[in-house]
Nanobody, 118 residues
Framework: QVQLVESGGGSAQPGGSLRLSCTASGSINSLAVMGWYRQTPGKERELVASIWSGGRNTEYGDAVKGRFAITRDYAVNTAYLQMNDLTSEDTGTYYC???????????WGQGTQVFVSP
């Protein structure tokens, strides 16, 4: 089992920034992908960003490309999501996930709220 704990959510104004953190503990596989999904009002959960291969590979959802950046510190088993130029459409619940080294290896955090409003 892997436990994922997110932090860093909160409120921001449009154009502002927030930084999310996700720390993993338990049966961590360094080959696993770490990433962030979000659930925004009226939409299905979507992939925001992911990172793997020692941080050499990243992927971003179209809605956040150029504004968000994902990094990962393997020494402390933590992934970060730097969110810049926030808009109201970024409002939602952000979930950390670790997956990708087998069909049973998929774990989710409890989610952290992001609220963007003037």
């Amino acid at each position: 089992q892997v436990q994922l704990v997110e932090s860093g959510g909160g409120s921001a104004q449009p154009g502002g920034s927030l930084r999310l953190s996700c720390t993993a503990s338990g049966s961590i596989n360094s080959l696993a992908v770490m990433g962030w999904y979000r659930q925004t009002p009226g939409k299905e959960r979507e992939l925001v960003a992911s990172i793997w291969s020692g941080g050499r590979n990243t992927e971003y959802g179209d809605a956040v490309k150029g504004r968000f950046a994902i990094t990962r510190d393997y020494a402390v088993n933590t992934a970060y999501l730097q969110m810049n130029d926030l808009t109201s459409e970024d409002t939602g619940t952000y979930y950390c996930r670790m997956w990708g080294v087998g069909p049973q290896y998929s774990f989710w955090g409890q989610g952290t709220q992001v609220f963007v409003s003037p």
